[in-house]
């Protein structure tokens, strides 16, 4: 077995490690056939507001061209664009090119396989098929669960499943969450992944979470006022997390009934970009219209833009016509300065909320 002294920080031993993969190949006459249909297999994807659906491939056999037909886990499409490493636009890949293609009808999970098909028929026609069987996985599942009750079944004796929802901003969140939350499983508790993707909390969302009673996780993501409102109504537990150890620490304690103060979240308002102010010297101040409740100067703020939250800061000023004030209420309109952020468009959610230090009571 060929083994390399290898060390990132002193930047040693690179060199010999690309010679010996080179040598090894070349022994084992490791090679792939360009002249046929393309696989390959998913390194990350996301959802672009404007492109949509976005994948990087790692094509391990064939061409892959622009216009061909692909299905790629529950998911199929046309290539409709293909960019290399360099964010440069072209029309063909051979194996071992990593490449960033838009045309997917959603969003892959990682290392999941990417075939190209015959005709788009077809892979439409996989991709059915594979979309039923997991509907049918999932709407199969039953059993529900919420944190602060976890520990009171516990106490019960009774053998409980943990079922989740995972939503977040990039597939690669989905799965390092996922893969820890499932490491947590023990004899009273296993814990299930039932679904996971990427985008914002949907309605959809909610009803499963309702049917399999499930708890859902949003990772940089956030509902809207509507589906926020449909979740409260069903009952439906939403956890919202910006750092993965928050999230595997706070059902890690659930668990095994070690649930410390912990900062709960309250939404003060909300309020609409309405328009867009450019001050030299200061920076964008945000015209907005207060939609619900009411924005408070010095109070946190997050930006969503289509579901996700692009930022997260502190109201810095708000305004009225000229005057600073310290808060202003629904139905009123002002002018918001967000501390250190400036790329503010029309059309964009800013949600004032502050954090509460709650200490959670557990069965006696």
């Known amino acids: ?15 010999e490690l690309l010679e010996m993969i080179i040598l090894q190949s070349e022994i084992l006459e490791l090679k792939a056939n360009p002249n046929k249909l393309a696989t390959g297999h998913i390194v ?5 507001t404007g492109r949509g659906a976005i994948a990087t491939v790692l094509v391990s056999e064939g061409t892959l061209h622009v216009g061909d037909p692909v299905v790629c886990g529950m998911y199929y499409g046309k290539i409709r664009i ?23 009808s959603g969003v892959p999970t990682a290392v999941a396989e990417l075939t190209v098909m015959a005709a788009e028929k077809d892979a439409k026609q996989v991709s059915g098929h594979r979309l039923q069987k997991q509907r049918a996985k999932e709407l199969a599942r039953t059993s529900r669960m919420s944190l602060e ?10 053998v409980k499943d943990l079922n989740l929802i995972i939503k977040a901003d990039v597939q690669g969140s989905i799965e390092a969450l996922k893969d820890s939350l499932i490491k947590l499983s023990f004899d009273e508790v296993k ?14 969302d909610i009803s499963l979470a309702a049917v399999s009673n499930a708890i859902i996780l949003g990772f940089n993501v956030r509902p809207t006022a509507k589906v ?4 409260e109504e069903e009952n439906v537990d939403i956890r919202y997390y910006d750092i993965i150890y928050n999230a595997i620490k706070e059902i890690k304690d659930a668990m095994v009934g070690l649930m410390d103060a912990k900062f709960e979240e309250k939404v003060l308002g909300e309020a609409e970009v309405r328009e867009t102010f450019h001050v030299p010297s200061i920076g964008t101040i945000a015209g907005s219209y207060v939609t619900n409740g009411k924005m408070k100067r ?12 692009t930022y997260d800061g502190k109201v810095a000023t708000l305004r009225r016509f000229k005057d600073d004030v310290k808060e202003v209420i629904q139905n009123y309109e002002c002018g918001i300065l967000i501390e250190n952020y400036n790329d503010i468009k029309v059309g964009d959610i800013l949600e004032c909320y502050y954090l509460e230090e709650v200490k959670p009571t557990m069965p006696v």
């Open 82 to 104: 293909m960019y290399d490493d360099m964010g440069i636009q072209i029309k063909e890949a051979g194996p071992s090119i990593p490449v960033e293609i838009v045309g997917l």
């Open 228 to 231: 926020a409102l449909i979740a």
């Open 191 to 204: 814990i299930g992944v039932i679904h996971s993707a990427v985008g914002p909390i949907r309605e959809s």
């Open 149 to 158: 009750k976890l520990y009171e079944k516990l106490m019960e004796g009774e």
């Open 44 to 48: 990350e994807s996301r959802l672009d």
């Open 298 to 309: 010095g109070a946190q703020v997050r930006l969503i833009r289509d579901g996700i939250v």
């Open 1 to 15: 077995t060929i083994f390399v002294n290898v060390s990132a920080k002193e930047q040693i031993g690179i060199d």
